[in-house]
């Protein structure tokens, strides 16, 4: 190690490697940006494999430490903003304060700039020492134990040195990392591929853009990096069968001002952003086109836009050749009934739908779809929709609850069970929503069901201070209702949870606790189901 700082130039003309090395280190010591960097970029220049791990531990090190230091620097900023804005601009130490603001805000832009000229030049370095060998590179970026920074470095510099090698375990990386992080950097590096395939991937990821996704944002720059040379892969968006690539598409085509240079560039053009009547102004070259972007428009969230495109497809005399598309075509016109009548093929579909998201602008919208693609569900009777409907049980708009609460006991998985009884103490002054659950769970003929009535009726019913003492006593005359109409009802199923019960029987010396109530409850039902219980649960048929 050094005692004084060392001369990178000195060991740069003796290509001395361990002595840079050396470097890097002792600027990891010091937290010394400009030394890493002098002594990184001599390394790079010499392309010597050992200096590799050295240059990722000391990079990481030192971009740690710079963190920090930016860090105490931002919780100081706040501090002064604040002072600065309690204070006031009378009193004598404004300017004073004002002054340290600009300092400190110039200080943390100068810690931002030398992280960035260190992400820069690692890059650049990792793609000088591996342009001979960048199947070594493909390698390290393709293991998954390696640290997830020094992969995101190592994509970036793939996408420096250009080997085609590289396109398909970055577009790998793009579409299943589970780390966006790395997942960016693969976007990144594809964009400086004139490769079609990395342009296919790029588009591919556009799906992610509007759900808020980086690395599809990421995709986005990159398709506008390579330039206007990926307008002919981008007028063909509607065959991804996704409205928001074709948006995402659309406003990379205009940010070109891309013009088509025939009537079939012009239709798929036309396609792609949404102006359909223009497509149909071309004749039957935009058949191809227009279909690909309606079924996109149906399958969309937009509400307006599956409405319009119901509409075009009414206008055109549209004749589906795939049923999936009958589908959404059905849940466009929210003709719930068809859906029912397509069977299983509508089952995932409708599943999507209830997954929608309610804004300001489509909520009454969305809530009608939530509820009719509910009814439809419950009635295919297909468990795949079981942990969607479960979600709905608890939407605010009771009516959808309660129709969840009628597919789900149409549906029978035993899985419902315990939802439905929570959704039933949470809403047991709202009569129709508990005779609804109530009616439900009655249909769920399983041992779950029973299990689901009875710990609620043996936990957790105690009496709160006299300001609850009413709703607690409603809960319980809730559970207890729920329990002796829907467990006679099921009949054997439920006789091993309720013998289970009496078995763990604990009397209870609290005069504001039900348990005893709850015990005897129990018993009554054994009674009604043909069993005498005695206590500890043996019984005699």
């Given at each position: 190690?050094?005692?004084f700082?060392?001369?990178?130039?000195?060991?740069?003309?003796k290509?001395?490697?361990?002595?840079?090395?050396?470097?890097?280190?002792y600027?990891?010591?010091?937290?010394?940006?400009?030394?890493?960097?002098?002594?990184?970029?001599?390394?790079?220049?010499?392309?010597?494999?050992?200096?590799?791990?050295?240059?990722?531990?000391?990079?990481?090190e030192?971009?740690?430490?710079l963190?920090?230091?930016?860090m105490?620097?931002?919780?100081?900023?706040?501090?002064?903003?604040?002072?600065?804005?309690?204070?006031?601009?009378?009193?004598?130490?404004?300017?004073?304060?004002?002054?340290e603001?600009k300092?400190?805000?110039?200080?943390?832009?100068?810690?931002?700039?030398?992280e960035?000229?260190?992400?820069?030049?690692?890059?650049?370095?990792?793609?000088?020492?591996?342009?001979?060998?960048?199947?070594?590179l493909?390698?390290?970026?393709?293991?998954?134990?390696?640290?997830?920074?020094?992969?995101?470095?190592?994509?970036?510099?793939?996408?420096k040195?250009g080997?085609?090698?590289?396109?398909?375990?970055?577009?790998?990386?793009?579409?299943?990392?589970?780390?966006?992080?790395?997942?960016?950097?693969?976007?990144?590096?594809?964009?400086?591929f004139?490769d079609?395939?990395?342009?296919?991937?790029?588009?591919?990821?556009?799906?992610?853009?509007?759900?808020?996704?980086?690395?599809?944002?990421?995709?986005?720059?990159?398709?506008?990096?390579?330039g206007?040379?990926?307008?002919?892969?981008?007028?063909?968006?509607p065959?991804h069968?996704?409205w928001?690539?074709?948006?995402a598409?659309?406003?990379?085509?205009d940010?070109?001002s891309?013009?088509?240079?025939?009537?079939?560039?012009?239709?798929w053009?036309?396609?792609?952003?949404?102006?359909?009547k223009?497509c149909?102004?071309?004749?039957?070259?935009?058949?191809?086109?227009?279909?690909y972007?309606?079924?996109s428009?149906?399958?969309?969230?937009?509400?307006?836009?599956?409405?319009?495109?119901?509409?075009m497809?009414?206008?055109l005399?549209?004749?589906?050749?795939?049923?999936?598309?009958v589908?959404?075509?059905?849940?466009?016109?929210?003709?719930?009934?068809k859906c029912?009548?397509?069977?299983?093929?509508?089952?995932?579909?409708?599943?999507?739908?209830?997954?929608?998201?309610?804004?300001?602008?489509?909520?009454?919208?969305?809530?009608?779809?939530?509820?009719?693609?509910?009814?439809?569900?419950g009635?295919l009777?297909?468990?795949?929709?079981?942990e969607?409907?479960?979600?709905?049980?608890?939407?605010?708009?009771?009516?959808?609850?309660?129709t969840?609460?009628?597919?789900?006991?149409?549906?029978?998985d035993?899985?419902?069970?315990?939802p439905?009884?929570?959704?039933?103490?949470?809403?047991?002054?709202?009569?129709?929503?508990?005779?609804?659950?109530?009616?439900a769970?009655r249909?769920?003929?399983?041992e779950?069901?029973?299990?689901a009535?009875?710990d609620?009726?043996?936990?957790?019913?105690?009496?709160?201070?006299?300001?609850?003492?009413?709703?607690?006593?409603?809960?319980?005359?809730?559970?207890?209702r729920?329990?002796e109409t829907?467990?006679?009802?099921?009949?054997?199923?439920?006789?091993?949870?309720?013998l289970?019960?009496?078995?763990?029987?604990?009397?209870?010396q609290d005069?504001?606790?039900?348990?005893?109530h709850?015990?005897?409850?129990?018993?009554?039902?054994?009674?009604?189901?043909?069993?005498?219980?005695?206590?500890?649960?043996?019984?005699?048929?």
């Open positions: 190690m050094f005692f700082k060392p001369n990178v130039e000195r060991m740069m003309r290509r001395d490697v361990e002595g840079l090395i050396k470097a890097l280190k600027a990891e010591k010091d937290g010394d940006s400009k030394i890493w960097i002098d002594a990184a970029n001599a390394l790079g220049e010499i392309g010597d494999f050992r200096a590799v791990e050295p240059l990722f531990s000391t990079f990481k030192v971009v740690d430490k963190a920090k230091q930016r105490q620097y931002v919780d100081y900023e706040r501090v002064l903003r604040k002072t600065i804005e309690d204070l006031g601009e009378r009193t004598v130490t404004y300017k004073q304060l004002v002054g603001l300092k400190i805000n110039s200080l943390i832009s100068e810690l931002d700039k030398k960035r000229n260190m992400n820069e030049v690692i890059v650049e370095v990792l793609a000088k020492i591996y342009a001979l060998a960048p199947e070594s493909i390698l390290l970026f393709r293991d998954k134990n390696r640290d997830a920074l020094f992969r995101i470095v190592a994509a970036r510099a793939l996408g040195i080997d085609s090698r590289a396109v398909e375990p970055l577009i790998s990386a793009l579409s299943m990392e589970e780390n966006y992080s790395i997942r960016e950097a693969a976007a990144e590096a594809l964009g400086e004139k079609q395939r990395a342009i296919e991937a790029l588009i591919s990821a556009l799906r992610g853009i509007y759900l808020g996704a980086g690395w599809a944002w990421v995709a986005k720059n990159a398709l506008e990096k390579i206007p040379s990926v307008a002919k892969h981008l007028i063909f968006a065959k069968n996704d928001r690539i074709c948006k598409a659309a406003e990379i085509l940010k070109f891309w013009k088509p240079a025939n009537d079939e560039e012009a239709a053009y036309w396609a792609t952003k949404g102006e359909w223009k149909i102004d071309l004749g039957p070259v935009a058949v191809e086109p227009l279909n972007a309606l079924i428009a149906l399958k969309s969230k937009d509400w307006n836009m599956r409405t319009a495109a119901v509409k497809l009414d206008e005399n549209w004749k589906p050749t795939q049923q999936e598309d589908v959404w075509y059905c849940i466009a016109k929210k003709d719930w009934e029912v009548t397509l069977g299983a093929v509508a089952v995932e579909p409708l599943i999507s739908v209830l997954k929608e998201i309610e804004t300001e602008q489509n909520w009454v919208d969305v809530r009608d779809a939530h509820k009719g693609a509910a009814w439809a569900l009635k009777r297909d468990t795949r929709a079981v969607s409907l479960i979600s709905m049980l608890f939407s605010k708009h009771e009516e959808v609850g309660m969840a609460a009628e597919a789900l006991g149409e549906i029978g035993p899985r419902a069970a315990r439905l009884v929570r959704r039933l103490l949470e809403r047991y002054y709202y009569y129709d929503f508990r005779d609804t659950i109530v009616g769970l249909k769920i003929r399983h779950e069901t029973a299990r009535i009875i609620p009726l043996l936990k957790g019913m105690r009496i709160p201070p006299v300001v609850d003492q009413r709703t607690q006593y409603e809960k319980f005359e809730t559970i207890r729920a329990a829907i467990l006679v009802d099921i009949g054997d199923p439920v006789i091993g949870p309720l289970e019960a009496l078995r763990n029987e604990k009397k209870s005069p504001f606790d039900y348990v005893d709850a015990y005897a409850i129990i018993r009554d039902i054994l009674k009604k189901l043909g069993y005498e219980p005695t206590h500890g649960g043996n019984t005699d048929k």
